[in-house]
Every structure is written in C-alpha cells, then in structure tokens.
C-alpha cells in the first residue's frame, strides 16, 4: 500500500510525502527482516533504501541519499551472502544499488558521504570472474568508467 502511494506522491512530484510513505513501507520489512531473521527478507528491505536513496537525492539531500544507500548495500550483500570477497554471481539488485551509488558519487561527490570507490572495485572483481558474457559483465565496462571518474587524479 504505501509503495503505491510513494509512486503517486513522485508521480506527482511531491517528494516529501513520497518519502514520508517509503519509510512507512521501510519500517514494515525491517520489522519483518528483524523479527523473522531471514536474509531474504532484507532484499525487499535494501531495494526500498535504493528508493529512499533516489527521492533524497532528488530533494537535493546528498546526505541522507548517502545514508540511505550504505544500508542499501549493506542489506543486499548481506542479502546477497556476499562478504568482502565478492563472488562472480551479483543480483541484480546488487548491481542496480551500485549505479546508483556511482552516479549519485559523479554528481554529489564528498557531500554524498559514502566511499563508492572501493566497493565499486570489488563488485568489478566479481563480475570479471563470470565465466560467460552476460549483461551484467558488459556493463561492468561502464561501472569502470565511473570508478575512474570517482577515482581522484594524482600528479
């Protein structure tokens, strides 16, 4: 209910009231994420942060965005059962909280208050080691590039 009702309030270009109704809905699967104890319950939970993330961000509020995208991929590595040594088979929700990051990091910079860098890194080294071309690996070209223009330039 209160993903339909975030989706008119962006719709409608209220954002405020549109986070007000993610975080209702945020609230939910973290009770349930908590009270269950499941991994697989914190999958729904990283993807309504991605959107917290995005609203914020389009509220010019780089910060927040920035808080709400490390919970974001902390649940969904956690979610994943990825540690620090990611394995070649990254969800997709994974990798879509991760360009988000990335882009977020090419716009807001320090004010985004999250290092991309390093996790950027990792997530590359998992995809690298598919052993077949899939989507997910051509676009890891692309999340190179981000890497590069997060990466400061030394001389």
Do not use: C, M
Not at 1 to 21: N, P, T, V
Not at 47 to 71: C, F, V
Not at 91 to 96: A, D, I, Q, V
Not at 128 to 152: E, K, N, V
């Amino acid at each position: 209910f209160f993903g339909l009702r975030a989706r008119a309030h962006i719709a409608l270009q209220q954002r405020a009231e549109a986070g007000h109704a993610l975080e209702q809905q945020r609230a939910l699967l973290k009770e349930r994420a908590d009270r269950t104890e499941l991994e697989e319950h914190r999958r729904p939970l990283a993807l309504i942060e991605t959107q917290l993330a995005d609203n914020a961000a389009a509220q010019r509020r780089p910060a927040q965005a920035g808080r709400w995208l490390q919970q974001a991929l902390d649940h969904a590595i956690r979610s994943a059962g990825a540690g620090a040594s990611s394995s070649a088979a990254v969800s997709s929700e994974l990798f879509s909280i991760f360009w988000l990051a990335a882009e977020l990091q090419v716009v807001h910079g320090p004010a985004l208050g999250l290092d991309v860098s390093g996790r950027l890194r990792t997530i590359q080294q998992g995809l690298g080691r598919a052993p077949t071309p899939t989507p997910q690996t051509r676009s890891a070209r692309l999340l190179t590039i981000y890497d590069a223009l997060l990466t400061p330039r030394t001389r």
